[in-house]
């Protein structure tokens, strides 16, 4: 136990306290649902692909310190997401082995802790806390809930400091709900069998354990086994900033407007990459080019509107241009 306690305050004094917004990898949605219908979407919020590799989940149980982690792997696009499954796949399985949801597995980028009792870090529910950490839980990139006593047996709500009356087996019964915790009442969780998503206005992960969670600041409830969302996230990281539209660059697009099924780009300075928007924010293409002056995009997956092409250059500069699919 002391070494779990040691952890724990190595763990909170080793947070980033300076991540800028848009900067770094945060959790965007938090699927707790029936059975193992369990999931973690994580966002990426950068102009950069980024190596999950080294980085890890990790799942303190029922308001517990101890840490359950696993190692994440693949690649993550920029403005993206990665949705990860708890791997339960056996359409046969029954009990703790009951399949996930096929509409669940649908949506996963990759599926992770098969056994239990191999790794744990997978199996929350709607009273543990999640975190996304750096390899070794050097650093705490997003927390969702609270590390740390008290149990909140059921999970977490929206208010606090507000008593209720209920029975409880025929018997009248009171309690009053603090620190937002909903201890024997269930029925007002936020976090225990519902779908959390982030809000649209957050755009960096909780990186300090909260004194208290309130799940209401940053955190949509929707109901229990509500997938739909998960892949995609829309927040303001998606928006093109002013700095991003720089004029005075030597760089062709044509034909525009698309006609066809091909938009060719060339400039005289080396690409690096490019990335397609639409209207909303949202990356519809993005693709990574070694250094070459001439390339082409295919736009046939492209529905007729208008859309932002950025183009990144390896000397860091990056050229933003408006063009219309017809």
Request: proline share 4%; net charge negative.
């Amino acid at each position: 136990m002391k070494k779990n306690l040691l952890y724990l305050v190595f763990m909170l004094v080793a947070v980033s306290l300076h991540a800028q917004d848009c900067s770094n990898l945060f959790i965007s949605e938090y699927v707790e649902g029936s059975g193992n219908n369990k999931a973690i979407e994580i966002y990426n919020p950068t102009n950069n692909t980024i190596d999950l590799g080294g980085y890890q989940l990790v799942r303190y149980s029922n308001g517990g310190t101890t840490p359950n982690a696993i190692q994440l792997g693949g690649n993550i696009e920029p403005k993206s997401t990665f949705v990860v499954v708890l791997d339960k796949r056996d359409p046969n399985g029954t009990g703790n082995e009951i399949m996930v949801d096929p509409a669940l597995q649908a949506k996963a980028d990759t599926f992770l802790c098969p056994v239990y009792d191999v790794n744990k870090a997978m199996y929350f529910n709607g009273n543990d806390a999640m975190t996304l950490e750096t390899l070794g839980g050097t650093e705490i990139l997003d927390i969702v809930a609270r590390v740390g006593n008290p149990d909140p047996e059921n999970g977490w709500c929206a208010f606090t400091d507000t008593t209720i009356s209920y029975n409880s087996g025929g018997v009248p019964t009171e309690y009053t709900i603090e620190d937002y915790i909903v201890g024997p009442l269930f029925w007002l969780s936020w976090t225990k069998d519902h779908t959390l998503i982030r809000k649209y206005a957050v755009k960096k992960g909780v990186t300090e354990n909260p004194t208290v969670f309130n799940v209401a600041v940053e955190w949509d409830s929707i109901p229990e086994n509500t997938f739909d969302n998960l892949g995609t996230h829309n927040c303001e990281c998606n928006t093109l900033s002013v700095e991003e539209l720089k004029e005075g660059v030597d760089i062709n697009f044509y034909p525009n407007p698309i006609t066809g099924e091909t938009l060719h780009i060339d400039a005289l300075e080396k690409i690096q990459s490019v990335t397609v928007y639409n209207m909303t924010g949202q990356i519809v293409i993005h693709q990574n080019f070694n250094g070459v002056l001439e390339l082409a995009i295919a736009s046939k997956s492209l529905k007729n509107g208008v859309y932002f092409v950025k183009v990144s250059f390896e000397n860091q500069n990056n050229f933003v241009k408006k063009i219309l699919k017809k």
